[in-house]
């Protein structure tokens, strides 16, 4: 099958005007000087309560006809375990500076309602809280990142969050939560001390955010005994506030802060948040774009990369030994809502272009793999970018959810350097490397590269040097157009396929198609 596949494209390029066929690359992999590890937590997901990326995405009820285990919904579920979800942020997003937990504990019927002020004015039912929150992430086999609220709460309540989330029965919350229905502590393994502080979480100057931070820091304890003591790696990661996009204020304040701290607190991660968004408010449609509107796109999240290296430099200054990540944790494209969706509520739909700019940034994060070591793509299901998108019983898997899944490799594996020439597509006045590739060494030892084709007009025909291989094989994620997209109806138009390289006396070579993502297998 892998062999016809490559032999089809082949044919197809051959078929090709002379404008449209392949131009050569050469990737050379340096496996003698391997990088830092890419953590698996890059592949971190985010669940805020807006629109139905909760109420009808996870959660359904246990009376749904829909099928469900104790209310949440199992194939969403079934979908999320197969791409190993390493965290889930939750609840927000701006919804965690406007969240008080105790609202979404207890019986369903003692629940009480409020208004999801930030997202549309929609009605809150806390039906979804903190106890079917641990059940869910329990069902995907991920990590808890809960987001304390920093914006409109207070740090007892904050403190007291964390004791019946952590704390065992012999106090009042430990008790509290076995009453319902959990008598074991539970793991948080990541606490996001406030959301965007510097503007929905409260609109904080750096230096008053920071006075804030050392006090969350250390009276938001994790009582849970699994999760005491030096050295242990289960030990709880606080993640402070940091910068959006550019704006280096809270990068310099936080991690000056940091640097001066004294033996009574401290952080284990800063947040960034930078969304692929060329002009605000978002404007560009989610459907039937066209190649200016794509190439804007994909121009726009390049600027990652950059961005990136700007915070790390200043996080260098205070950090050298790179003890604190960065943890990317909003990121995605943000486009137009949905014709016809609540005002609101930021669905929108997720096509092939999307899928690229998925894999651009996973490339990205790669690169900058010791000092990032988190991320959290906006959002989960059924907002921004989703990897989900639901309607009543129905699911679908976007293209972006197929990157996730061809980039399971990259947890937790080991980057390794590879040089190219990239080329140049070129759409107007705008101009951006052609292809982009990364290569890694798996837990298992296996070694993996990964490309992209940004032009959706010209494949590429790829030699892969710095090894002899004995195999080639991989997916590709191409479809006939970069608007191309999944519906409920017609849910495998851009689903990966197969493909092989082509061996002759230990030298490999692919056609990259146009518009395409790749991850190969070399065996060696």
């Not at 070694?447 to 007009?457: E, F």
Request: net charge negative; proline share 6%; with cysteine.
């Amino acid at each position: 099958m892998n062999r016809y596949f490559t032999s089809a494209a082949a044919l197809a390029l051959a078929m090709l005007p002379l404008a449209a066929q392949a131009q050569d690359t050469v990737v050379t992999i340096d496996t003698a000087h391997p990088g830092a590890t890419i953590d698996r937590n890059i592949f971190g997901q985010f669940a805020e309560h807006l629109g139905t990326g909760i109420y009808g995405g996870v959660w359904v009820g246990p009376a749904s006809e829909i099928p469900n285990v104790r209310g949440i919904r199992s194939d969403v579920v079934a979908a999320l375990k197969a791409i190993k979800v390493p965290n889930v942020r939750w609840p927000g997003g701006c919804f965690a500076d406007e969240y008080h937990w105790k609202n979404g504990i207890g019986a369903a019927s003692a629940r009480r309602a409020t208004v999801n002020a930030n997202w549309g004015g929609a009605i809150e039912p806390n039906s979804f809280g903190t106890d079917e929150f641990f059940d869910f992430i329990g069902q995907i086999g991920s990590e808890a990142y809960v987001s304390v609220n920093v914006g409109s709460g207070t740090l007892e309540e904050a403190s007291e969050w964390m004791a019946y989330m952590t704390a065992d029965q012999r106090s009042a919350a430990g008790a509290d939560r076995a009453k319902n229905g959990h008598a074991a502590p539970y793991r948080v393994k990541y606490l996001g001390i406030g959301n965007e502080s510097w503007g929905c979480g409260g609109n904080m100057r750096p230096e008053y955010y920071t006075d804030l931070l050392k006090r969350y820091a250390r009276f938001s304890r994790n009582y849970n005994p699994a999760q005491q003591g030096e050295g242990n790696p289960d030990t709880m990661q606080r993640i402070a506030v940091g910068p959006t996009d550019d704006d280096t204020a809270y990068t310099e304040g936080v991690m000056k802060a940091w640097a001066e701290r004294d033996w009574s607190w401290s952080i284990e991660g800063l947040s960034l948040h930078s969304y692929t968004v060329p002009q605000w408010p978002p404007s560009l449609p989610s459907t039937e774009f066209g190649e200016d509107d794509y190439a804007l796109i994909l121009a726009t999240t390049l600027k990652m990369d950059a961005r990136i290296a700007k915070h790390a430099a200043i996080m260098d200054r205070y950090d050298p030994e790179k003890v604190v990540p960065l943890a990317v944790d909003e990121w995605g494209v943000w486009l137009r809502e949905t014709p016809g969706t609540p005002s609101g509520f930021l669905q929108q739909q997720n096509s092939l272009r999307d899928g690229i700019l998925a894999a651009l940034n996973f490339n990205i994060f790669a690169r900058h793999a010791d000092r990032v070591r988190m991320a959290n793509i906006a959002q989960m299901v059924n907002v921004l970018q989703a990897l989900i998108l639901t309607d009543g019983p129905k699911m679908v898997r976007t293209p972006t959810y197929w990157v996730h899944q061809m980039y399971l490799p990259m947890q937790d594996a080991t980057f390794v350097p590879v040089s190219f020439d990239a080329g140049t597509y070129t759409r107007g006045a705008i101009a951006m490397p052609a292809v982009d590739a990364v290569a890694m060494r798996a837990k298992d030892g296996k070694l993996w590269l990964s490309l992209v084709n940004l032009d959706p007009h010209k494949s590429r025909t790829i030699a892969i040097e710095g090894l002899k291989a004995k195999s080639a094989t991989g997916e590709v994620l191409t479809a006939a157009n970069v608007s191309s997209i999944n519906t409920f109806d017609a849910p495998n138009t851009v689903v990966p396929k197969p493909i092989a390289g082509i061996l002759n006396s230990g030298k490999v070579s692919m056609i990259l198609p146009a518009k395409s993502v790749v991850v190969i297998a070399l065996g060696e």
